[in-house]
T-cell receptor, first 110, second 114 residues
């Protein structure tokens, strides 16, 4: 089956620092990747996406990097804020199925 | 106007009871997905609709699980004869695109089977 996993289950960063959350995926045929943020008691919230024909995409304070050679995806959050504290999931798609990793919890220390 | 809504938000069921979970997607969204999220895990795909057609139900864990979207808008996930292992958060997501990209999630229904 598909496998999307995260290297670090918990990441603690100081407010104002940059955060990097990593994700590995197993299906080289996947062509679309998404990062979601999930706060306690809420559904996942779309952050940023990237297609397989790109290796970098930037949003507001967030950047997603895709390395297809090693099947690795990362999310960079600049100037991390307390409101960024949440669980972050990467997801990949293959034929309309979305496969999520198990998540990384980001703790932002004031 | 608002986002995806789900009801009920919480459901406690006795083992063996049937439950029905409702999803109201964003108006006009073509695709609708159901996911099951166990505690501390990422969402797991259950099933996918494009309008009223259920195009993929390969993620449904057993024949006790049934989903429908008869008019291409509201969807219901039904679980018959609930078991303790069915306890989870059930998430619904909708997308304006047939391919299901850019999914907007509802808050989920937390199901506890005793």
């Amino acid at each position: 089956g598909e496998s999307v996993g995260l290297h670090l289950p918990t990441l603690s960063v100081q407010e104002g620092d940059n955060s990097i959350i990593n994700c590995a995926y197993s299906n080289s045929a996947s062509d679309y990747f998404i990062w979601y943020k999930q706060e306690s008691g809420k559904g996942p919230q779309f952050i940023i996406d990237i297609r397989s024909n790109m290796d970098k995409r930037q949003g507001q304070r967030v950047t997603v990097l895709l390395n297809k050679t090693v099947k690795h995806l990362s999310l960079q959050i600049a100037a991390t804020q307390p409101g960024d504290s949440a669980v972050y999931f990467c997801a990949e798609t293959n034929f309309n199925k979305f496969y999520f990793g198990s998540g990384t919890k980001l703790n932002v220390k004031p | 106007g608002a986002g995806v809504s789900q009801s009920p938000r919480y459901k406690v069921a006795k083992r063996g009871q049937d439950v029905a979970l409702r999803c109201d997607p964003i108006s006009g969204h073509v695709s609708l997905f159901w996911y099951q999220q166990a505690l501390g895990q990422g969402p797991e795909f259950l099933t996918y609709f494009q309008n009223e057609a259920q195009l993929d139900k390969s993620g449904l864990p057993s024949d006790r699980f049934f989903a429908e979207r008869p008019e291409g808008s509201v969807s219901t996930l039904k679980i018959q004869r609930t078991q303790q292992e069915d306890s989870a958060v059930y998430l619904c997501a909708s997308s304006p695109l047939a391919a299901g990209e850019t999914q907007y999630f509802g808050p989920g229904t937390r199901l506890l089977v005793l």
